[in-house]
């Protein structure tokens, strides 16, 4: 295979336009489509940009009968040299990334609604109305939050599995071809109205979940419309945490690549995340448990606007602890 072969192939492979190739090598298009078309050759620099920028070996670009070979190692080399990410590798993570943030935002979503239906029907059970028992209530309540949790534990592993292979990106400093941090930081500046929208939006939800059951506590509203206000809470929260989840995970991916944040080098990814994750679902179980236990929706709604407003010093509290046991380390 001839160089402007070459050149074609591995191009496509990165699904790169003309255009777009020529101005991540400071050329013009006209001089990519000479290249390709064999009417004219690439200078020495330019080969040794296209090796770095395709992950090959510039062998292999120059002589005919040379085979494909990765320029970049697999894993970091026994002198301390880091791994390289390829552009290849990096639009892979980049595109299993967008479709992890669905599946966690749906799982999320999921985990965040289960009770609903449950609570629904208890509110229904009490004031009975339609007919229906504590005991149907509690039986298909709790069938619907089971299967709910379910499908959300099967999103979580299934989407977890896929991006397995790229833990290293939020754990180990490495470095990126050619190219790769150029492309990153275009998508992740194309990206940033979605996320500040969507982000925005997903926090007002949560803060404006309460207004709702607040309004009928003190309209002193039955107990089932009370009831219901709680779950149409718990729907208005799922919505805004899917957004936010949804968005966060995507920008995410573009601080793991560029190492931004808190994936700076020597400040991988912590366990801030997970705090964050185990704080809601301890509010949500403390809500749930002391609701039914006590029997007074019209009050325990104050659980929500209080986890609230301490949701940042906690977080900010794990923080500074991971860091100072990772400091000690």
């Known amino acids: 295979m001839i160089l402007a072969d070459k050149i074609i192939e591995e191009r496509k492979k990165l699904g790169l336009s003309q255009e777009e190739l020529a101005e991540k090598l400071s050329v013009s298009r006209q001089a990519v489509s000479k290249w390709e078309s064999a009417q004219s050759v690439p200078d020495l620099q330019k080969i040794i940009a296209m090796s770095e920028l395709f992950s090959v070996t510039t062998d292999y ?64 059970a009490v004031e009975k109305i339609g007919g229906v028992t504590e005991t149907a209530a509690c039986v298909i309540g709790l069938a619907a939050l089971f299967i709910q949790v379910a ?54 939800l949560c803060v404006l979940s309460p207004l709702p059951l607040i309004v009928a506590a003190l309209m002193k509203a039955s107990d089932a419309v009370v009831v219901s206000m709680t779950a149409l809470l718990l729907c208005i929260v799922a919505v805004g945490v899917y957004m936010i989840v949804r968005v966060s995970t995507v920008k995410e991916s573009y601080q793991i690549l560029l190492q931004e944040g808190e994936y700076r080098r020597k400040e991988k990814k912590s366990a801030v995340s997970a705090v964050s994750a185990a704080y809601w679902c301890i509010v949500t179980a403390g809500y749930l448990a002391w609701s039914f236990i006590s029997n007074d929706w019209k009050s325990t709604w104050i659980v929500w606007p209080i986890a609230g407003v301490l949701c940042v010093p906690v977080l900010t509290a794990a923080k500074m602890i991971i860091k100072d046991e990772e400091r000690d380390k």
Do not use: W
């Open 61 to 124: 670009l120059l002589k005919d009968d040379a085979k494909h070979e990765k320029s970049e190692p697999d894993v970091a080399d026994s002198d301390g040299t880091l791994r390289r990410v390829s552009m290849e590798e990096a639009n892979a993570f980049m595109s299993v990334m967008r479709s992890q943030s669905k599946a966690a935002a749906l799982g999320v979503l999921l985990c965040v609604l289960s009770p609903v239906l449950l609570i629904f029907l208890a509110g229904l």
């Open 151 to 204: 499908a959300a534990v099967f999103l979580f592993v299934t989407s977890g599995s896929r991006s397995e292979r790229f833990g290293y990106l939020e754990t180990e400093e490495f470095e990126t071809a050619y190219g790769v941090t150029g492309l990153v930081k275009e998508k992740n500046a194309a990206y940033e109205p979605t996320y500040v929208r969507a982000l925005s939006l997903g926090i007002v």
